[in-house]
């Protein structure tokens, strides 16, 4: 490795840093504000870091990482996420008894393996980087270490490493007959795998599976709706989006690279995944009294629309990825942010649709802010989620991908009426006395959630800026 | 005590062993046989990538066996630790229990 | 001496068998520490001796001990026994042995069919090979995996404290008015 | 510039009443009003200045026109352009602006500021769809119009407005979907056939492609705007969102959300997919009769006020799907006509109804009666508008109305000759109503206060436009004459000789065929 490396890693490192540095903190006293400077510090120094590794060029880090505008992308919407779970988990902590301070360390490692997925290119470090995201949700998920809590954290332990096995197995059946885990070699040889194209592609559909769990896809998405519900919600939103971002991340590099088109029954594969977890994602989303489970199915069908533009060929594809999954993230974060700071109900999150009514007319700009999002969400002009919704139908159109375009203009037409419903039952009169007020709109949280508000309004009138960022840094080629 | 076997046999071994391993996932109940039956399967698959290595004459599929060591202590011990707040709260290990959220 | 790998593969498969079965969690744990030792036994004739140590040692040893060690505090005697042959009637097994024989099924014929031709075992990778790869190209694996660990350190300290007064900590009171 | 500050200016007004609604219920409304006065008079200045520089006549030019980039990884721009029918759906969006918010002056009891906030971006958007000629755009202003008025509805609406918003938000989002894939399809046929990816609607006219693909997307399009204006089967949101709605909320989509169906019609629709339309006039005349008929007869029957007056306004957009279908200058001017028209006399019954619903807290017509001789002016007013409604010579809807049926019958005299019936039922039902509300007797002995100062400025505005409309409607066909010639030009193929096809199109085809290239 040489010192280029070095300053490309930097990003990485300073994450990395950050988690030691909190354990030793901790060592010596623990103070829950003082962690979380920390914790933000650490990730406002390692976004800091990204110009720096940009300007020492795209550049593989021995064969493991390869720190591209793509992987420094990516590696900043991480950061912007984490950063916003950081200032949540504040609220929602501050709240309540406990030892607060190991989650941010967590939460640190969580988003250093996100990072890492999003850079690598060798299975090595796609799955160290897979496994230290879940091993970090494992704790993260069951942290207040209440009944429900456990519970979640218990499936989501068992689901996630039968999938991380399917991964594994996968990786080693490629891996036993080409020879090679570089991404890029395995690119390569795509064209000759000689007699044993079965067994690889064998391989690439378990690790479809493997990442399919991980993304909460139809049919592997069961683990899903409980997990959602039963973490806390900064945590949920860690799992809604930065946990998902750095696996899509990943399997757009590496199905990018080794292509899925020439595999007919892997592009039939991702196809019936897609069509069925927009379809069933919005349905079941539609019984739900639970706010958390209700997202929880809505993600599922936007990871679905998402797979849209991922099946689509050409350039546009990465661009319309990349910026729903900006936009999704900053949708997904506000929504779970919104529930980390309502007011509770009795010790718990407020999280039943009847909790919200006339919310509007007590919290007015925590209601006008949720509405934002779930107009985002339901992709609505003006928000983020309507350029985006218009980017992915727009790579799916260009691809005449047609039975996904149409699936996609059904489940979202379904998915109005839930979102809808919110919104209508946030500005029902209220009919009891509602929900325990907390004395002060905590600060952290206001910011947080502004910052996503800024975001989902700024993508939604004026994309053009970020459009051509994404096209100069994060495309593939 | 080196023994040239086809490779595709050595795969074999690998895809039954994950096969029980799956099978005991999907049958049992108790908390701790599941762990256990997970833990064959990340056994199955170390299996596979040193089959693999073997094969290329590689130190590749070896070092893949390690990190998959060290992730299975990981796991092991968060595994462990969270199935002893599970009984701590149910008292018992039954999974089907664990299920006070409406699915 | 091919016959080494068949008979370690033979035993290997029959303990892990026997491990799915068991009622009585020791006796499984005790299969399953077998199954291990065979698979080790395998990679050593399939030319990996470092990692044959090292499974013995550290899966067969350091982590199946944490299982024991779980299995002590619960408590898991007799009657916990009892209660897994309660829970696993013959009819539970039709389902999941019937998906499972046909993936094996599969899985055996595209290895058998479409496999590559290559012979594993015909080299020994020894632990020096493995050691200049892991500490050359590796290097971020390794740096990677102790960061695993030290998430798997604070987690587990995180998890394993003794829960302060009765029904746990903070989550506590959400227990009770979480369940629907 | 000055068309970005045309739909600025309702979007900051909005904002700003929303803001200053602290200060006390006042201010937003005088700010809305203010900020409505101002687009009004910025209108009027650029009307006067077209109509002397002599610009409205010339075709195939814009009046004025805004282009800057916006997204240009998409190929969208920020492209708004103005034209006479443009200009004249502007005029109506503002008058009928400063309607809604002089009749809902005391009308809303709660929440004045996000009220007007909604009513003013509600404008603004509609105006955006009336100036954008990029597509992109134009779907952004379009989607963006649903959810304030959704909120409207759903806040300050009657008793079963969450059943009505639901069924109105899935009705109109469901279809403007469809309309994105159409649109988005145009774009691929078109960068594909010229390597050119735009949504500029100049850019997109006149793109080859297969008949197959053309109507597919024609049909995109026409589901959509369809459901707005709404065209028969497509219709059934409507009533339940009229019936819901506050004043302000029912003027707003009577008198100008059922015209941006038209509007897209006029403008997009048929130039874009002049062949498929013209395969598809047929089918479409016979629809807008039906809903003609179907309108007037089940207006007939209804006892909730605001119901009837909705089913009213099925059957006089009908006329505008007639007379958009017919596509020659006689029919587009009368659909231009009707198009205001029916705005300002329907826009006028919903705030007749809501002053009603105001005073004795019920829409249903059995309940009211006699009620003239207390309230001598509404009455007159409702007597005024229920002719206008039927179409009676002198008032705007006649004129409109029987331009169209002199266009239609050019192109199909059957289908004429039914719409025509639909005249003898509207007589019907407007008579209906007067005398169920206001003759009769008055047989719960009600006291109520007829109408005030503020009340009756309202009341003499609508008065004075329908009447201005019917007497010298001249002013409104000059200004639109040009956009109708220009939008004629570019549907060149529209009249083109079928093929050969004997035995498969009914007899208003022939009709169609036979008028040939007569614009």
């Not at chain 1, 690598?120 to 270490?145: K, Q």
């Not at chain 2, 893949?64 to 060290?70: C, Q, V």
């Not at chain 4, 707005?228 to 004043?247: G, I």
Request: aromatic share 12%; hydrophobic share 60%.
């Amino acid at each position: 490795m040489s010192g280029q490396d070095f300053v490309s890693l930097l990003p990485l490192t300073v994450m990395a840093s950050a988690a030691v540095l909190i354990m030793l903190a901790v060592s010596v006293r623990r103070s829950h504000l003082f962690v979380l400077l920390i914790t933000l510090a650490g990730l406002a120094g390692a976004a800091a870091m990204l110009p720096v590794a940009a300007q020492a060029g795209p550049r593989n880090v021995t064969s493991l990482l390869v720190i591209d505008g793509y992987a420094l992308f990516y590696t900043g919407l991480i950061l912007a996420a984490t950063f916003g779970v950081a200032l949540f988990s504040f609220v929602y902590l501050r709240r309540r008894e406990g030892q607060q301070e190991e989650l941010y360390l967590l939460l640190l490692l969580a988003a250093l393996g996100a990072a890492v997925m999003a850079s690598s290119s060798h299975f090595a470090s796609l799955f160290l980087g897979l496994e230290l995201v879940s091993s970090s949700l494992f704790v993260l998920i069951a942290y207040p270490r209440g009944r429900v809590n456990i519970e979640a954290g218990v499936k989501y332990l068992i689901l996630a490493s039968v999938s991380t096995t399917f991964l594994l197995f996968g990786m080693a059946l490629v891996y036993a007959q080409t020879g090679t885990m570089e991404f890029a070699r395995l690119a390569a040889l795509s064209g000759s795998w000689d007699g044993g194209g079965a067994l690889v592609a064998t391989g690439l559909g378990l690790m479809a599976v493997g990442l399919g769990f991980k993304l909460a896809l139809v049919p592997f998405h069961m683990w899903a709706p409980d997990v959602y519900q039963g973490a806390p919600a900064p945590v949920t939103a860690f799992v809604a989006t930065v946990s998902k971002v750095g696996v899509f991340a990943l399997a757009l590099r590496f199905f990018g690279q080794v292509g899925i088109r020439p595999h007919a029954h892997l592009f039939l594969l991702f196809t019936i995944v897609a069509v069925a977890s927009m379809l069933a994602g919005n349905l079941l989303a539609l019984l739900q009294d639970n706010v958390k489970r209700m997202l929880a199915y809505s993600s599922i069908a936007h990871l679905g629309y998402l797979l849209v533009a991922f099946l689509a060929d050409g350039p546009l594809a990465v661009t319309a990825v990349t910026f729903y999954l900006s936009a999704y993230l900053a949708t997904m974060l506000g929504a779970f942010g919104v529930l980390a700071v309502m007011p509770l109900r009795g010790g718990a999150e407020a999280e039943a649709v009847h909790d919200y009514r006339g919310l509007f007319w007590r919290r007015p700009w925590l209601a006008a802010a949720f509405a934002v999002i779930l107009f985002s969400l339901a992709g609505i002009p003006m928000t983020a989620g309507f350029i985006g919704k218009f980017y992915l139908l727009d790579a799916g159109t260009g691809s005449s991908l047609w039975l996904l375009v149409f699936s996609m203009v059904a489940g979202s037409g379904i998915s109005i009426y839930y979102y809808l419903r919110l919104v209508v039952m946030m500005y029902m009169r209220p009919r009891e006395a509602g929900l325990r007020e907390s004395a002060s709109f905590p600060l952290a949280g206001s910011l947080a959630l502004s910052a996503a508000l800024g975001v989902i309004f700024w993508l939604g009138v004026y994309p053009a800026p970020f459009i051509d960022m994404i096209e100069k840094t994060a495309n593939l080629k | 005590m080196m023994a040239a076997v086809p490779a595709n046999y050595g795969l074999l071994l690998a895809a039954a062993l994950f096969i029980l391993g799956l099978a005991g996932v999907l049958v049992r109940r108790n908390v701790i046989f599941i762990l256990l039956s997970i833990e064959i399967m990340v056994n199955a698959s170390g299996l596979a990538f040193v089959v693999g290595g073997s094969r290329w004459r590689q130190p590749d599929g070896q070092l893949m066996f390690i990190f998959i060591l060290a992730m299975a202590a990981v796991e092991v011990s968060l595994g462990l630790a969270l199935v002893l707040q599970l009984y701590h709260h149910l008292k018992s290990l039954d999974i089907d229990r664990a299920s006070s959220m409406r699915g | 001496m091919g016959v080494t790998f068949y008979i370690s593969a033979a035993v290997a498969v029959a303990a892990t068998f026997a491990v799915i079965t068991r009622y009585n969690a020791v006796h499984a744990l005790l299969y399953l520490i077998v199954s291990l030792l065979a698979v080790s036994l395998v990679f050593f004739t399939l030319g990996a001796p470092f990692v044959a140590a090292l499974e013995a040692i550290i899966y067969a040893g350091a982590i199946m001990v944490l299982f024991i060690f779980v299995i002590m505090i619960l408590n898991l005697g007799p009657q916990a026994a009892r209660l897994e042959r309660a829970w696993l009637k013959p009819g539970m097994w039709l389902g999941p042995s019937a998906l499972a024989l046909i993936l094996a099924g599969e899985l055996a014929y595209i290895i058998v069919s479409g496999g590559g031709r290559g012979s594993a075992g015909e080299a020994v990778v020894g632990a020096r090979q493995v050691g200049i790869a892991l500490f050359g190209p590796y290097l971020i694996g390794v740096e990677l995996a102790s960061m695993l660990l030290l998430a798997g350190l604070v987690g587990a300290y995180h998890l394993g404290r003794r829960c302060e007064g009765n029904g746990g900590p903070a989550g506590s009171g959400r227990s009770g008015g979480q369940a629907p | 510039m000055i068309l970005a500050w045309l739909i600025l200016l309702p979007f900051a007004g909005g904002l700003l009443a929303w803001l200053a609604a602290s200060r006390g219920d006042a201010w937003p409304r005088w700010i809305s009003l203010i900020a409505l006065l101002a687009e009004l008079a910025a209108l009027a200045v650029l009307w006067a200045g077209f109509a002397r520089g002599g610009s409205l006549a010339a075709p195939g030019r814009w009046l004025s026109e805004l282009d800057l980039s916006w997204i240009p990884a998409l190929g969208a721009r920020f492209h708004l352009a103005l034209d006479g029918v443009g200009l004249l759906m502007l005029l109506l969006t503002t008058f009928l602006g400063i309607i809604a918010v002089v009749a809902s002056w005391e009308g809303i009891g709660y929440r004045t500021g996000f009220f007007h906030f909604n009513l003013l971006w509600i404008l603004a958007a509609i105006s955006g769809v009336f100036l954008a000629v990029d597509l992109f755009l134009f779907y952004f202003f379009w989607e963006l119009m649903l959810m304030p008025l959704y909120f409207i509805i759903g806040i300050w609406g009657h008793e079963n407005r969450v059943y009505a918003t639901l069924k109105f938000f899935i009705f109109t989002q469901a279809s403007s979907l469809v309309m994105l894939v159409a649109i988005l399809g145009l774009y691929f046929v078109h960068g594909r056939a010229s390597g050119n990816y735009t949504f500029d609607y100049l850019k997109l006219l006149g793109t080859p492609m297969s008949s197959f693909t053309e109507m597919a997307l024609m049909l995109g399009f026409f589901i959509a705007f369809a459901v707005k204006l709404p065209v028969l089967p497509l219709h059934s949101w409507l009533p339940d969102a009229h019936t819901e709605a506050p004043t302000a909320g029912s003027v707003h989509l009577a008198g100008l959300v059922l015209k941006v169906g038209a509007f897209g019609m006029l403008r997009f629709l048929i130039p874009l997919f002049p062949h498929a339309a013209s395969d598809f006039s047929p089918l479409a005349m016979t629809l807008a009769v039906a809903g003609i008929l179907y309108g007037a007869l089940l207006a007939f029957t209804q006892t909730d006020l605001k119901r009837m007056v909705a089913y009213t306004s099925i059957s006089h957009m009908g006329f505008v799907l007639l007379g958009v279908f017919a596509w020659n200058q006689l029919a587009l001017e009368g659909a231009v006509i009707v198009m205001i028209a029916h705005g300002v006399s329907t826009g006028a019954l919903f705030v007749i109804a809501g002053d009603l619903q105001d005073r004795i807290h019920s829409r249903d017509i059995d309940r009211m009666g006699g009620l003239w001789s207390m309230m001598p002016r509404m009455g007159g007013a409702a007597l005024l508008f229920a002719l206008a409604s039927l179409g009676l010579p002198g008032l705007g809807n006649f004129v409109g109305e029987f331009l169209v049926l002199l266009g239609a019958y050019q192109a199909s005299i059957p289908l004429a000759v039914l719409a025509s019936l639909g005249f003898i039922v509207s007589t019907v039902y407007a008579l209906w109503l007067v005398q169920g509300v206001f003759l009769g007797v008055n047989r719960r002995k009600l006291r109520l206060p007829d109408y005030n100062l503020r009340e009756s400025a309202v009341m003499a505005a609508l008065i004075v436009v329908i009447t201005a409309l019917g007497l010298y409607p001249q002013p409104v066909l000059n200004t639109a004459r040009g956009a109708i010639k220009k939008l004629s030009g570019y549907a060149a193929g529209y009249h083109r000789p079928h093929k050969a096809d004997p035995g498969a199109q009914p007899g208003p085809v022939a009709g169609v065929r036979r008028q040939g290239g007569g614009s």
